[in-house]
């Protein structure tokens, strides 16, 4: 398992304009198919973090 937690400075980022911000993370892995997902900023300072599952899937050769 991997865990990481970074905080990030968004200029300008307001809790009411948070809803029209997204944050991506993406997985790469030499080997496995990349993963992306999408979170809500507004949702994340709601819920105080952001949580994601990553099922890592071997690319076909």
């Known amino acids: ?4 937690t ?6 300008g ?3 009411e304009n948070a809803r ?7 997985v790469s ?3 496995y198919e990349d ?3 999408r ?3 507004r949702q994340a300072i709601d819920q ?4 994601g599952f990553f099922e890592m899937i071997a690319k076909e050769e």
């Not at 398992?1 to 990481?4: G, K, T, V």
């Open 1 to 4: 398992p991997f865990e990481e």
């Open 6 to 11: 970074r905080s990030f400075n968004i200029l």
């Open 13 to 15: 980022l307001t809790y």
């Open 20 to 26: 029209d911000v997204q944050i991506e993370i993406k």
């Open 29 to 31: 892995k030499k080997g």
């Open 35 to 37: 993963q992306v997902k």
């Open 39 to 41: 979170f809500n900023v």
């Open 48 to 51: 105080q973090e952001i949580s």
